[in-house]
């Protein structure tokens, strides 16, 4: 990662820190440094590369649910 992009990883990350955001870091690629965090109604998943970056988001209605079977079947049909 060139100090470029380490230096919009770090602002970035200082950015949601400013906001009490709490997020996560991780690597799926090898090309990538991906944060992860959630808002109201979403999370968000940013991957930092060398010359851009990327997101996806994910929404919901935030509802919680406690029945374990309809927690398989949903990860079931959800798998491939």
């Known amino acids: ?37 959630a808002v109201v109604g979403m999370r968000l998943e940013v991957e930092f590369f060398e010359d851009h970056l990327e997101f996806s988001t994910f929404g919901g209605d935030e509802s919680v649910e406690s029945d374990e079977n309809l927690l398989w079947r949903m990860v079931d049909e959800r798998w491939d």
């Open 1 to 37: 990662m060139s100090e470029t992009a380490f230096s919009r990883l770090l602002a970035f990350l200082a950015n949601l820190r400013s906001r009490t955001i709490q997020f996560k870091i991780e690597q799926q690629r090898d090309d990538a440094i991906m944060v992860s965090f």
